[in-house]
């Protein structure tokens, strides 16, 4: 079976794994901040906060931010509904703003629509879809005049690159950048993710959220009659200084993190590698294109979404994929608009206003990509739409 995309795991990496299970401790040690560090001056950030997920990271991102109560953060609805949900999490509210045809990004035209006539709005999260970086640039000039904060949603970009060279994650743009790190991603902790920030604010808040809200770094304590004894602060004391979560990673993701990092260049100019392929042999199709038909050099890669008129083609997505899977190879739709799930319609969403992201749903098929891909699995990738599609 070929499937949509697997995780690239090598030698190295099991041993780093099984090094840190042999000798070294297993969580809440120095392999994080190791691997933390690394992190931080690849995307050529000051700080970087691992942690379990980027769900998490993204919740911890938006609590961090200190947003009035029933604050409205933009986002898009062609995402993961994790991206959303972090909003929930928070107690604020998602407003969802249609994408641009040729990027599947968040139209930034339409977020400055937005914020103009909606008051209640205090932050964006754009989401860099398919590791595609959105126009940060714009997004910026947008929000100079506002009080409006940014996250940028990397869960798709970790190793892609801003047209001005900056890595995503550098937070040039933005306040705080999330990435995730699922075995799919352009590399692996199994699971996890991680926040970077430029502010030391943020960053000493993220630490002691992701960890029940208990003092950190030199967080001064807040009860100096329980913390000290006769002048001299007792070696047992902490302080839950505000409601946190349990949102760390391991030492053990952290290593594996940590290896996986060392040849994340090569796995991103794979997966760019393959992604070229893609498109070269698309481009002669009369049924199927790329949904990102823009110079996407800069990409991460993380899927290949292609967009088929499959009321051109006599044959439905449901049966394409039935039939693809039938000769042993794998395939997934990015994403179901999240306004259309159920628990979105109940709180009444609905997606009569985004009408590129409905065109993009009811076209799209994400075809397989990762670095181990053959040459010759792709090409019977390609062989077996267009015998189905023709």
Request: glycine share 6%.
């Amino acid at each position: 079976m070929i499937p949509y995309s697997r995780q690239t795991i090598n030698l190295f990496d099991v041993l780093s794994v099984s090094k840190q299970l042999a000798f070294k401790s297993l969580t809440q040690g120095a392999k994080i901040e190791e691997f933390e560090e690394q992190v931080a001056g690849y995307v050529g950030a000051k700080y970087a906060i691992a942690v379990s997920s980027a769900t998490a990271g993204l919740h911890l991102a938006v609590i961090a931010l200190e947003l009035p109560v029933d604050s409205e953060i933009i986002t898009s609805p062609i995402s993961f509904v994790a991206s959303s949900n972090a909003i929930l999490y928070s107690g604020h509210r998602p407003i969802f703003v249609d994408v641009e045809r040729d990027t599947i990004n968040v139209d930034v035209s339409l977020i400055a629509q937005e914020i103009s006539l909606n008051q209640k709005v205090r932050a964006v999260i754009p989401v860099h879809f398919a590791g595609l970086p959105c126009n940060m640039r714009k997004l910026s000039e947008v929000l100079a005049t506002k009080e409006v904060k940014v996250i940028e949603d990397a869960a798709h970009a970790f190793g892609a690159t801003y047209p001005n060279g900056a890595k995503v994650g550098s937070c040039e743009h933005s306040d705080m950048t999330v990435f995730s790190f699922h075995p799919v991603k352009s590399m692996t902790t199994g699971e996890g993710g991680i926040i970077t920030t430029n502010s030391i604010e943020l960053y000493r808040r993220l630490l002691r959220l992701r960890s029940h809200g208990i003092n950190k770094l030199d967080d001064s304590f807040e009860s100096h009659v329980l913390s000290s004894t006769n002048g001299i602060t007792n070696p047992w004391y902490y302080e839950m200084q505000e409601l946190g979560y349990n949102y760390r990673l391991t030492e053990i993701q952290a290593a594996l993190g940590i290896s996986q990092l060392q040849r994340i260049n090569s796995l991103i100019k794979q997966r760019n590698d393959k992604a070229k392929l893609y498109k070269q042999y698309f481009s002669k199709s009369r049924f199927v294109r790329p949904a990102q038909s823009v110079d996407n050099e800069l990409s991460a890669h993380h899927i290949f979404p292609v967009r088929i008129n499959f009321s051109s083609t006599g044959i439905s997505r449901a049966k394409l994929m039935n039939g693809l899977k039938s000769r042993g190879i794998g395939s997934q739709v990015h994403y179901i608009p999240i306004p259309m799930h159920p628990f979105y319609q109940k709180l009444g969403y609905k997606m009569d206003n985004l009408p590129e992201s409905l065109s993009y749903y009811f076209e799209s098929l994400s075809i397989p990509l990762y670095p181990r891909l053959k040459r010759t699995q792709q090409l019977k990738v390609i062989k077996a739409i267009n015998s189905f599609l023709e």
